[in-house]
């Protein structure tokens, strides 16, 4: 598969001219974070990007089912909930991208025989919908405590029919975009935890939108610490 | 998950606090807890909260044909989901007995109530209606979901806006909002869910029962009301016996609370329209309370993407040449080409794959023990009459054939081959008819 | 995957490990590496960095560390894996003492030592199974109160509210109770009494109620006689003279989570007016 991707782009390449990415208009769109909203739930978050809004919620580590039991790590679920309709396919394929991406930061060894669920609801989708997800899973596991060997957050890039990278792209521009990526990244070394792409797109501008996503990365964890020392400054 | 269990000492306090006209929030007997209503940035989309309940509301439309026997009717449709967000012990995916409860009711309540006028709806009588459905999400149990869930279900259709249309002759053209403004629904009233708590067989009552008030309560009434005190649904349950009086007082606190509660709505209905209107800010990101310590808020950050190509390109130059792939494709048979070398696919059979590309002759017993299984349908009336063991091929089989690998395989190879019918094969063409099974 | 190396620079200059000295009482997050005492000399600004040192490096100072909650020992460092305030506290020989992250979590995971309030779910033979909030149920022998022998056996209900201590509490197994300290007295712990009336906080609001230096306790105990059971996994057991006041002390409580030291003098000193 990664084979033929990477022949994709090449061919794609090859047969344009590329048009690099504009400096300015790359922005994040206003971000809004709500903590601990939810009584019931371990640990809870609201995350808005400009009108994309996304809720969480957190149990863990709890008891788990005895199928699901691993005895020397937790179980970690995902479940992402339409706001109309019944789960679909979409939404187990996104599931299973987030449940990939918190599998690799959360210290489930320390927690063995338990579960940690991430339940997160759709409230809105106005664009960059599974970066919010990954955004408010991450406040949600951290408002819960769940042990982490790091921060991650989602960061979604569009390229434009002219390669015009866009960071944090509206429904609007997704829609009319040539290709959408969007990846996750961890706090301490930026590193790629997880990437889905659609789309068509070379390989030199997969490299450019990681850079940008880097880049954007930096200010979202910028955000995460400052409201977090926020909300720690009365303790 | 289990939900934690109510002590007996939360048990003997929370009636005797009833006793005493207490409850544990400070609220008197018939007080409600706060509403607060928000909505979103599309129609149709709001949250409501009753203190720490929260539910979410969405309204969707779509045309459809109507149903045989109301042609010229509009389809509503309520779904009420209890997501594991909002207590542990709601599991994903089932239909819990109070889960039903809830949508019956909700059903009663706004569609028997005949609230929306369905005929509206209409768009081409027989062909085309409207279905509007309404979806609601518990985000927070802390009791009487089926309050904050009527006054989100309500809230949320007097919100919504469907998109225009317009029928000339057989076409229907629907417009976007650019084009023509949507429309809202006709709404006649606005029923509304009001639960009664009763304790001690009937002698004590309560107005919007929290979560642990409902654990300890004996029963509930709830009555479904619009503000012109007209009634639209009731339903007592958990078994206890009432007096005509106590529901006679019971409907007049519900006709005072329903009055109040309409009053709020429309209150929140009209400045989101104002707001909306004036140009101003509105969607949830305005109704998150900047003075909480636990919320947060940052403007549109312009982040500096200037230096990204040089980036990319520093890591491209940086970065191996990718390995030569090959540059033929490979043409299995016609319509099922291979571009390189194919990695392991992680989709359904994957165990097949992996074993084609080394030629040991261990993995091509396998490839052919796979190709019995995949023929059994064909094979088996063949097989069977000639050699016993080979009828046994089901997954289970596998393994005692696996014991002997020097003779069963080979006799399992030629029988394979005379059940499909094929001569003498090289691996090549086993490989080929694997190939071509895979890409069925 | 190609790492970008050029764009972190900025942020590992904001990120890189710093003091654990530097940042005490400081909000941490999961992922900082933290250096302890020792090493900051070695691995200062600008400092060769040559040396790795060890938390038990024998030559050099031996000072134990101790990582609470939120901390783990990654190679010579600290890193921590919860979001909260750092605290420190310095043990009776200097140097060293222990670090840990105080965090506002819900959930409770079992600790040995710790003193907890259980709700009994069931009883099965010879044990009883309690409710602590964690993973899973603790165990709960018969024998484990005081002056409990095979003939005099408890009389433990179930729903009964439960005040013990952990004797077994680690990840791989499952946790137990007993309602007795090592001499065999109860030393306060066992049934808890029918009346009163229990609700949960965070268990960070505990530890800050349970603190040697805090006054909330005492300005709670000035306004009405009461008992009173703190239980390390956020349950808290109150009753006064009449519901009333129970439901007083109780909402006090629970709202001292998000008050400052100040916010609280006020909040009692109008209460005690009234």
């Known amino acids: 598969m990664e084979g033929a991707m990477q022949n994709e782009a090449k061919i794609r390449a090859e047969s344009k001219t590329e048009s690099g990415p504009r400096g300015p208009g790359c922005s994040l769109r206003h971000f809004a974070c709500e903590q601990n909203l939810l009584s019931r739930p371990d640990g809870s978050a609201s995350f808005l990007q400009g009108d994309t809004s996304v809720l969480a919620g957190v149990y863990g580590p709890a ?72 955004n408010a899973a991450c406040m949600a596991l951290v408002d819960a405590g769940v042990p982490m060997r790091a921060l991650f957050c989602g960061v979604t890039c569009a390229l434009d029919s002219g390669g015009t990278l866009m960071l944090d792209p509206t429904a609007k521009q997704e829609k009319e975009a040539r290709a959408v990526l969007t990846f996750a990244l961890d706090s301490v070394e930026r590193k790629l935890l997880m990437s889905t792409t659609k789309g068509l797109y070379s390989d030199a501008e997969l490299q450019q939108c990681l850079a940008a996503a880097q880049t954007a990365s930096q200010h979202v964890f910028r955000f995460y610490r400052e409201s977090l020392q926020r909300r720690y400054s009365k303790s | 998950m289990k939900e934690t269990p109510l002590s007996n000492c939360e048990r003997r306090f929370l009636l005797r606090a009833i006793e005493e006209k207490k409850r544990l929030d400070g609220r008197q007997t018939y007080d409600y807890r706060n509403i607060k209503i928000t909505f979103g940035t599309d129609y149709g989309c709001c949250i409501v909260e009753l203190g720490k309940t929260r539910v979410l509301g969405q309204v969707s439309c779509e045309l459809v044909s109507p149903k045989l026997n109301r042609a010229t009717e509009g389809i509503l449709f309520f779904n009420l989901e209890l997501s594991q967000m909002a207590a542990p012990a709601f599991e994903p995916g089932r239909q819990s007995d109070l889960l039903v409860k809830l949508n019956r009711l909700l059903e009663r309540c706004l569609r028997n109530s005949k609230c929306i006028d369905t005929e509206s709806l209409c768009v081409v009588a027989g062909e085309k209606v409207w279905q509007i459905r309404v979806d609601l999400h518990l985000l927070n149990h802390d009791g009487n979901i089926i309050d904050a869930a009527s006054i989100a279900a309500i809230v949320a259709l007097c919100h919504f806006r469907r998109p225009d249309v317009s029928v000339q002759g057989d076409e229907v053209t629907l417009y976007t909002p650019e084009e023509r403004d949507p429309v809202p629904l006709s709404i006649h009233h606005m029923p509304i869910c009001v639960s009664f708590a009763f304790f001690q067989q009937g002698t004590y009552l309560l107005v919007d029962p929290n979560e642990r008030e409902e654990r300890v309560m004996d029963g509930l009434l709830v009555i479904a009301m619009n503000k012109h005190r007209e009634i639209c649904t009731i339903q007592s349950s958990g078994g206890i016996m009432l007096l005509k009086d106590q529901v006679l007082r019971c409907s007049k606190i519900a006709g005072v609370k329903v009055m109040e509660i309409t009053e709020l709505i429309q209150k929140a209905l009209e400045n989101d329209q104002k707001v909306r209107k004036e140009g101003g800010k509105f969607g949830f990101a305005e109704s998150i309370a900047n003075q909480r310590i636990t919320a947060f808020k940052m403007e549109k950050a312009p982040i500096d993407t200037s230096d990204v190509e040089e980036k990319a390109e520093e890591i491209i130059s940086e970065a191996e040449p990718p390995s030569e792939v090959v540059s033929k494709p490979v043409l299995w048979t016609p319509g099922t080409a291979q571009i390189g070398e194919g990695i392991e696919n992680s989709w359904g059979d994957l165990e097949d794959s992996e074993k084609e590309d080394d030629d040991e002759g261990g993995s091509d017993e396998a490839i052919i023990l796979d190709s019995i299984k995949m023929d059994t349908g064909v094979g088996i009336s063949n097989i069977g009459s000639q050699d016993a063991p080979i009828v046994l091929s089901d997954s289970e089989e596998e393994e005692m054939i696996i014991l002997e690998p020097d003779k069963n395989p080979k006799k399992i190879r030629t029988q394979t081959i005379s059940a499909t019918q094929e001569k003498a094969p090289s691996k090549k063409s086993v490989k080929k008819r694997r190939k071509k099974r895979a890409t069925n | 995957m190609a790492e970008a190396a050029g764009v972190a620079a900025e942020f590992f200059a904001s990120n890189r490990a710093r003091a654990a000295r530097a940042v005490l009482d400081q909000v941490v997050l999961p992922g900082e590496e933290l250096l302890l005492p020792e090493q900051e000399d070695g691995e200062g600004p600008g400092g060769a960095g040559e040396r790795p040192l060890r938390l038990n490096a024998g030559a050099r100072s031996r000072v134990r560390v101790v990582c609470g909650p939120g901390l783990r020992r990654c190679g010579d460092r600290l890193l921590v894996t919860k979001c909260g305030r750092l605290r420190h506290k310095e043990p009776g020989g200097g140097g060293g003492g222990v670090y840990w992250v105080d965090s506002q979590q819900k959930r409770y995971v079992p600790v040995k030592g710790d003193h907890v309030i259980g709700i009994v779910t069931a009883k099965s033979g010879d044990i009883f199974k309690v409710d602590v909030g964690g993973s899973e149920p603790a165990s709960l022998s018969y024998l484990a109160f005081e002056g409990a022998t095979k003939r005099n056996r408890p009389n433990v209900q179930v729903g009964d509210l439960i005040y013990g201590q952990f004797v077994v509490a680690n990840k791989d197994m499952e946790p137990e109770m007993v309602c007795i300290d090592s001499c065999g007295r109860a030393n306060g712990m066992g049934v808890i009494g029918q009346d009163g009336l229990l609700f949960k906080v965070t268990l960070g609001l505990i530890r800050k109620l349970l603190a040697p230096d805090c006054e909330i306790l005492q300005e709670v105990g000035k306004l009405y006689p009461l008992e009173i059971v703190f239980g390390m996994n956020g349950r808290i057991w109150v009753k006064a003279k009449t519901i009333q006041q129970t439901l007083i002390l109780a909402n006090i409580l629970e709202a001292c989570e998000h008050m400052t030291a100040d916010q609280r003098k006020q909040i009692f000193s109008r209460l005690a007016e009234s």
């Open chain 1, 63 to 134: 008891e788990v089912k005895v199928s699901k039991e691993i005895f020397n790590k937790a179980t970690l679920e995902v479940i992402l909930r339409p706001k109309t309709g019944l789960p679909g396919v979409a939404e187990k394929s996104r599931e299973r991208l987030i449940r990939n991406t918190c599998e690799a930061v959360v210290l489930g060894a320390l927690h063995p025989r338990t579960s940690i669920t991430v339940v997160l609801q759709v409230v809105s989708d106005a664009g960059s919908l599974l970066a919010c997800c990954l």
